[in-house]
């Protein structure tokens, strides 16, 4: 079994990582770095940070190595041989996808720094991580299965399911837990905040609990909301198979101020537990880590995301509806003042991500999966709540997802997509799929006609948006 050694020197930030490969039977050993981390569909390049790599038989032996690609390390002369694989990995940067050392904490997502063997990819190994102090909390979505003194040994299923599991160790986080329907769900926060704890606990079980509701069961035993406050301001999250890394605060500290967004950043990531991180497009099943998985269907992944995160805010009771139109104002505003008048459709905009998704780009070229995908998923819910008086809504949708896809044994394309909407809506759904999905003209007045059903439309004062009442 391949073992994997972690330990860190904080004063200079960074993580060391040693791989034992037992009994190598290939002539050659071609060991890789992910190109990019799930979550964020965008090539990455971690390699760069990647320093003092050597290989070595286990008897000290130096063994010839070479790079041939930026993030590919081809080591020779490994037949019948124990081989071991020494680097450096520099964090540097703190944002909720990366990796970040320093004499309080270590956070690492793996993605970013571990090499590994393609063909090998889907078998299980050990993980042997070294604490900086003794007394520091581990937290992560895989438990370890022993902790020898300063020793934590974890047991992967394979590297997707290491790689979907960042961990944090810390002497001073706070750590509490609670129940819902069974799942053990954990926080963690590495970092001065000013919240009522005991509110958050109440607040993140109501939202998991109206979660749970949608879909009818959780897709894991235990999930961990694990939250860092940075020494500067910055607002991220990213989801992982029964986790998610949250930063968020200002000038080190997480104030009251704070409370809403990290209850909206805590319902999306949620949400995704489902869907990403289990209901998968067919272009990212599995994940392939040394490219780009191109996938027209990010609308759903994200957009739909986006829509319930909020939704289930106000669903749950834990914000008003003045704050919930508040935060449906702001999603109005992010599409209909910047991009409804974009060149591109959601479906070619899903696809760009991989090209400039993150970065603002040419003029007038994208929309936004978030906001317009969360805008066309409103719309779409509404027309299924109308049309059943309530009694159907696009929870329907969801759950026909869930059951169809979430064994993870196929990925759905975007004719599932509108297959299992129409199947809901028991009847041909083409112009909103054709407007709002497949074209690049303006949405706004269809959604006002939607939005109509709520008693609200958005009016245009100049170049600024707003709802009003009817």
Not at 323 to 334: A, D, Q
């Amino acid at each position: 079994m391949i073992q994997y050694f972690f330990s860190f020197l904080p004063e200079n930030s960074l993580v060391e990582i040693r791989i034992l490969i037992p009994k190598v039977l290939e002539k050659s050993l071609e060991l890789h770095l992910p190109m990019w981390r799930p979550g964020r569909y965008q090539l990455q390049n971690f390699a760069k940070n990647v320093l003092n790599f050597s290989a070595n038989t286990q008897n000290g032996e130096k063994l010839h190595w070479q790079k041939t690609q930026k993030n590919v390390w081809n080591v020779q002369e490994t037949q019948n041989q124990d081989i071991e694989i020494r680097y450096q990995y520099y964090t540097k940067e703190l944002n909720a996808g990366s990796s970040f050392v320093n004499k309080h904490f270590a956070y690492v997502n793996p993605v970013n720094l571990c090499l590994y063997l393609p063909k090998r990819i889907n078998e299980p190994f050990e993980v042997i991580i070294q604490r900086q102090n003794i007394d520091a909390q581990f937290s992560c979505g895989i438990q370890p299965l022993s902790e020898i003194e300063n020793l934590l040994t974890l047991f992967p299923k394979d590297f997707h399911h290491f790689f979907d599991s960042p961990f944090i160790l810390s002497k001073d986080i706070f750590h509490e837990e609670f129940s819902v329907r069974d799942v053990s769900f954990h926080i963690w926060i590495e970092g001065i905040f000013q919240i009522d704890k005991q509110e958050l606990i109440d607040d993140l079980s109501k939202i998991a609990k109206t979660q749970i509701q949608i879909f009818g069961e959780f897709p894991e035993k235990d999930y961990h909301f694990m939250l860092i406050v940075p020494e500067n301001t910055y607002y991220h999250g990213v989801e992982h198979r029964n986790s998610t890394v949250m930063v968020l605060g200002e000038n080190g500290v997480l104030p009251k101020s704070y409370y809403n967004d990290l209850l909206g950043l805590a319902s999306h990531e949620l949400f995704h537990a489902w869907n990403i991180a289990k209901i998968r497009p067919k272009e990212l099943l599995p994940y392939k880590y040394g490219q780009e998985n191109y996938f027209e269907t990010c609308f759903v992944a994200e957009g739909f995301t986006t829509y319930y995160g909020d939704k289930i805010l106000f669903e749950s009771g834990v914000i008003s509806y003045e704050e919930y139109l508040h935060e449906l104002e702001t999603t109005f505003r992010r599409h209909f003042e910047e991009a409804d008048n974009a060149s591109q459709s959601l479906l070619e905009s899903s696809f760009d991500l991989w090209v400039d998704g993150y970065e603002k780009g040419t003029p007038n070229k994208k929309v936004s999966v978030y906001s317009k995908g969360a805008i066309v998923a409103m719309i779409l819910d509404l027309k299924i709540r109308k049309k059943y008086k309530e009694k159907k809504s696009l929870d329907d949708v969801m759950k026909k997802l869930w059951k169809t896809f979430g064994n993870q044994k196929e990925g759905y394309t975007y004719q599932d997509i509108q297959k299992i909407c129409e199947k809901v809506y028991r009847e041909s759904l083409q112009d909103f799929f054709c407007l709002c999905i497949e074209s690049n003209l303006s949405i706004f007045d269809y959604n006002n006609e939607h939005l109509n059903y709520l008693g609200l439309k958005i009016v245009r004062d100049e170049n600024r948006c707003r709802i009003s009442s009817l």
